[in-house]
């Protein structure tokens, strides 16, 4: 299998009987130094476990307005790469979704569930009991994971390659990448080169605990890594932390829809990074000369400063603050948190 190259020419590579993975890539990169050769590493959702109690009021928490995708202009185009999508759902059904296919996935089909909790808080439909953060806005939607002889949901390197060269093909902006995995140098350049061609990739900060590694694609540079907090501004327990953290938004104790119909309550870091992938694609939808830098430094620079003061392991630049993201002054270009710290930026 390999990808189509628009982004970056990858090829899996599958060793001969008795050569080790290890000495297979030592040959790979003696044929040719300046390749990226790299182990096919698996990725996956960044969905906690189920919690009880009740829903905290999420949007409040970052002042987000119902009206705010008609207030910023024309709806938006985000992009989704995630598993399946329950389409039929009731806050889905009608929506302006499209799940972009032919990726020849690896195993059986994936399970819908975090999928369509994802697609309905981007884009689940007003008055529905999960209604999303821009109902007017259109999704194109990649189902790039599978269940290879397991119970659990993932996706592979070169899968998520392809899937990024989708929507790079269809010129999408936002992409919301709600995974995390290992780190990967093929993936790497292939984001590097998605970057370069303008597109905004928001991920996933993970769920692996604070003493953690840091987690993939939200480490790269450029990626909008997003965190969790609850109703009470505190972190997810199990959230990932550490120097690649950008912004926090909602992602504990969240009513999500059910792909089986109705909603249930889930906790994550996936959970989060719609909230913020809203955010940045009704800012490129609102303005046309809003570079990618500049729109992630709006962002970092539209936020309530949680922790430590300024920028910190646990909550980045902090709380989203979404009520002035569209405010007249948005023409005025922002001071960028970024180009203070050292802080990679998007090309």
């Known amino acids: 299998m390999q990808t189509k190259g628009t982004l970056a020419s990858v090829v899996r590579l599958v060793p001969p009987r008795g050569l080790s993975l290890d000495e297979a890539q030592r040959r790979v990169r003696m044929v040719d130094a300046g390749a990226a050769a790299d182990f096919d590493h698996y ?5 906690g476990s189920a919690c009880s109690g009740p829903s905290c009021e999420a949007i409040s928490l970052i002042g987000w307005s119902g009206s705010a995708s008609e207030q910023c202009g024309p709806a938006p185009t985000i992009g989704l790469i995630d598993t399946g999508i329950n389409r039929e759902h009731e806050a889905l059904k009608g929506q302006a979704i499209e ?16 999928g369509t909790a994802i697609a309905a808080i981007l884009v689940g439909r007003s008055g529905s009991s999960t209604p999303g953060l821009v109902p007017g806005a259109r999704l194109l939607a990649v189902d ?70 840091p987690s993939y694609p939200a480490a790269y540079p450029g990626v909008i890594a997003v965190t969790a907090v609850d109703k009470k501004l505190a972190i ?7 120097e690649y953290i950008d912004l926090a938004a909602p992602g504990v104790d969240l009513w999500v829809a059910s792909a089986g119909g109705g909603s249930s309550v889930k906790s ?40 430590a003061p300024g920028r910190d392991k646990t909550y980045g630049y902090g709380l989203l603050q979404a009520s002035s993201l569209c405010s007249p002054d948005q023409s005025e270009t922002p001071v960028a948190h970024s180009s203070t710290d050292g802080k990679s930026e998007l090309p």
């Not at 990725?43 to 969905?47: F, G, I, L, N, P």
């Not at 999408?172 to 990448?177: E, G, P, Q, T």
């Not at 900060?205 to 590694?213: F, I, L, Q, Y």
């Open 43 to 47: 990725y996956y959702t960044d969905e």
């Open 99 to 114: 799940v972009l296919s032919g990726l020849e996935l690896r195993g059986s089909p994936s399970q819908q569930d975090h």
């Open 144 to 213: 790039a994971f599978y269940r290879d002889g397991g119970t659990t949901d993932r996706t592979d390197v070169i899968t998520l390659v392809r899937a990024l060269e989708t929507l790079a093909e269809r010129n999408v902006r936002v992409v919301n990448m709600s995974l995390s995995g290992s780190p990967n140098e093929v993936l790497k350049r292939a984001i590097a080169s998605a970057q370069a061609k303008g597109m905004v990739i928001v991920a996933a900060a993970g769920n692996n605990g604070a003493g953690a590694e």
């Open 236 to 242: 997810y327990s199990r959230a990932t932390q550490g």
């Open 268 to 307: 994550g870091t996936s959970y989060a990074v719609p909230f913020i992938s809203a955010a940045a694609a009704i800012l490129s939808a609102s303005s046309g000369t809003l570079n990618a830098t500049d729109l992630q430094a709006t962002l970092e620079s539209s936020t309530l400063d949680l922790g």
